[in-house]
């Protein structure tokens, strides 16, 4: 019996300390050396304070801010510690309701705007979390933006136009827009 416990104890002890302190210990060391940033969360730092991440949405409500999809996150909306989807299908009438009232929603905050809106800006990403918007959604909100801030429409337009992140390589993945870094250069364009 002896002979069994005594080599399952060392392996035991000895994966524990490898998988358990060895191996997360070279992983976020080789991490840190590589991708510093990434490594800390992607964290966003204006006048020597924290304003986001790059990573994680933000609820932006007043109308001189672009807004981010919306977030199926509980209790609170964009909660890390909660990412996830809402899981409800096409046909869940849950579902349906919720986007008319933010369709109805994007519709009394721009009366103005005909235009189609885009299902991004109606719909919750897979995450809940997701901090970029469609160039379409973006669009879709420029002229309220620049009524809002008092800008003219062309330089929100440019704003939009310069925050557009595009596929990598050209085909790899979406043209989408990080809402927080934009709204950060409206703030800069005051």
Avoid: C
């Amino acid at each position: 019996m002896t002979s069994i416990v005594r080599p399952t104890l060392v392996l035991f002890t000895a994966l524990t300390v490898l998988a358990g302190a060895v191996y997360p210990l070279a992983v976020t060391g080789a991490a840190q050396a590589l991708f510093p940033e990434k490594a800390r969360g992607s964290l966003v730092v204006r006048d020597g304070k924290t304003v986001g991440s790059a990573l994680i949405g933000q609820a932006f409500a007043d109308p001189g801010h672009f807004w981010g999809r919306p977030s199926a996150t509980a209790p609170m909306a964009y909660n890390a510690q909660a990412s996830s989807g809402s899981n409800q299908g096409p046909l869940n009438p849950a579902l349906a309701d919720a986007v008319k009232a933010r369709v109805a929603a994007l519709r009394a905050a721009d009366p103005g705007n005909v235009a189609p809106v885009p299902v991004d800006l109606v719909t919750a990403s897979a995450s809940g979390l997701d901090p970029h918007i469609s160039p379409a959604a973006a669009a879709y909100q420029a002229e309220r933006v620049a009524r809002a801030r008092r800008l003219p429409p062309q330089t929100v337009r440019r704003l939009v136009e310069r925050h557009t992140e595009r596929p990598v390589m050209g085909w790899f993945g979406e043209a989408r827009v990080n809402v927080l870094a934009l709204n950060l250069s409206l703030e800069a364009a005051k």
